[in-house]
C-alpha cells in the first residue's frame, strides 16, 4: 500500500490518496482523471527511468512542475518518502536509488542474451516499479495500427502514450492469437484482427462495431500485462463505447485477470455500482462455508475484491475527496445516487412543466 500526495499540479491543486491493490477515480470531464493516471504510471515505474526522471513527464505531455509543485510518494507500510518532487527537483531514497541501479545492471545483462525478452525484468525488480497505462484513445489502434510506421515517419503528431500503447498492443495481439469478449471471439492471423460473431462469421476490427474497437485492445493487453507481471495497470474510461451490460461484463473481466494493481478512471455509474457487487460478494462469501459456495455461482472468488485492498476517490476542483464507506469498505450509495439524481431532476422538472402546461391553447 502507498501514498501519493500531490500539490499544485495542472489541475490537480490538493491531492491527498492511498493506492492500493484495487483503485477508483470519478470526476467530470477535465477534473484531473487523466493527469493523475499519467502520474502514478510515472511514479511507480522508477526501473525505466535511471536518473533522468523528469523528462518522462515529457513522454506523458504532462509538464506542469512549477515551483511551487509538490510531489511525494510514500511507502505506506513504514511511511518511508520513495520520492519528492519540489522546487522543480527530484530527491530520491536510497530504497530506490538501489532499485534503479539494480534496473540497469539487469537491462545490461540482458543485453548479453541472444533473447533477452525471455527473460522477465519484472520478476526480479520489487513489485512497485512497473506499471503500464492504457490510454482511453485506444479505440484508435485499429484504425491506424497498421500504418503506424508510415504516420510516424509522415511526422504526424500523434500522443506518445498512444503510440507506445500501439506497441504494448501489437505485442500483446502477437502473443494472445485468440479471446473471447463480449459473446465474440477475437482471432488474429497473418497480421489482420478479426471478429467472429459465430463459428463462420466475422468482420475485419476496422469494421466492427466502437464498443468492439475500444473493448479488444483494452483486453488483450490486460491478459498481455498480467502475464509479464507488471505490477500496476491504468486503466482510462474502461467503459468507453459500451452498453451498460458489457461495462459490467468488462469490468469483471479486468478485475478477473489482473493480479496486479489495478487503477480504473471512469464517468460511470455503472462502474461504480458492479465494483460494489464485486466487493459485496467478496463479504457475503466470507461470512460463512454455504454463502461462499453459493456466491461461487453467481460471482466467482476470481472476481472478488476485498474491501481492505481497495481505494475509491471523486477527483473535483483539484482535490481527491475519499468516496469509500468506512464500514462497508463499498463506494458511498450516495456518490452513486447523486449521479443518477442529476438525469432524475431533469426528468422531474420536464414532467412537472408537461402537467402544467399541457392543456395550454
Known amino acids: 500500500m502507498y501514498r501519493l500526495v500531490v500539490k499544485n499540479f495542472g489541475v490537480l491543486k490538493n491531492i491527498d490518496i492511498i493506492l492500493n491493490k484495487t483503485n477508483l477515480f470519478i470526476g467530470n470531464n477535465g477534473s484531473g482523471k487523466s493527469v493523475l493516471a499519467k ?57 530506490v536509488i538501489d532499485t534503479i541501479e539494480t534496473a540497469q545492471k539487469t537491462k545490461d545483462l540482458l543485453n548479453t542474451f541472444t533473447n533477452p525478452d525471455n527473460i522477465e525484468i519484472n520478476n526480479i525488480l520489487p513489485k512497485i516499479f512497473s506499471s503500464k497505462y492504457i490510454p482511453a484513445d485506444r479505440n484508435l489502434i485499429s484504425l491506424f495500427n497498421n500504418f503506424v510506421a508510415n504516420l510516424i515517419t509522415s511526422d504526424i503528431p500523434l500522443p506518445r502514450t498512444l503510440l507506445e500503447f500501439s506497441a504494448q498492443y501489437n505485442k500483446a495481439r502477437n502473443s494472445i492469437r485468440e479471446l473471447s469478449l463480449l459473446n465474440m471471439t477475437f482471432k488474429s492471423n497473418n ?31 490486460i491478459k498481455y500485462f498480467n502475464s509479464k507481471h507488471y505490477q500496476n495497470i491504468l486503466v ?24 496486479n494493481n489495478l487503477y480504473l478512471m471512469t464517468h460511470s455509474p455503472y462502474v461504480l455500482s458492479i465494483l460494489n457487487i464485486l466487493i459485496f460478494a467478496y463479504k457475503s462469501a466470507n ?31 483539484g482535490k481527491s475527496i475519499n468516496i469509500k464507506g468506512n464500514s462497508t469498505g463499498m463506494i458511498k450509495q450516495n456518490v452513486i445516487d447523486d449521479i443518477s439524481d442529476e438525469i432524475d431532476e431533469d426528468f422531474s422538472e420536464l414532467m412537472e412543466l408537461y402537467r402544467e402546461f399541457k392543456d395550454a391553447k
Open 287 to 317: 461470512t460463512n462455508n454455504i454463502l461462499k459456495e453459493k456466491i461461487e455461482k453467481i460471482i466467482p472468488s476470481s472476481q472478488h475484491i476485498n474491501p481492505d485492498e481497495f481505494s475509491a476517490y471523486l477527483i473535483e476542483d
Open 191 to 221: 497480421g489482420q484482427d478479426k471478429i467472429y460473431y459465430d463459428k463462420e462469421n466475422y468482420l475485419p476490427l476496422e469494421n466492427s462495431s466502437s464498443g468492439i474497437q475500444t473493448a479488444l485492445p483494452l483486453y488483450l493487453t
Open 236 to 259: 482510462e474510461e474502461p467503459e468507453q463505447n459500451l452498453y451498460p451490460k458489457a461495462q459490467i461484463d468488462t469490468i469483471k473481466f479486468i478485475v478477473q485477470n489482473s493480479d
Open 39 to 95: 502520474l502514478i504510471t510515472i511514479v511507480t515505474s522508477f526501473d525505466d527511468y535511471s536518473y533522468n526522471f523528469l523528462t518522462q513527464f515529457k513522454k506523458f505531455d504532462i509538464d506542469f512542475i512549477e515551483n511551487n509543485t509538490l510531489i511525494k510518494f510514500f511507502d505506506k507500510h513504514n511511511d518511508d518518502i520513495l520520492l519528492t518532487i519540489s522546487n522543480k527537483k527530484i530527491n530520491f531514497s536510497k530504497k
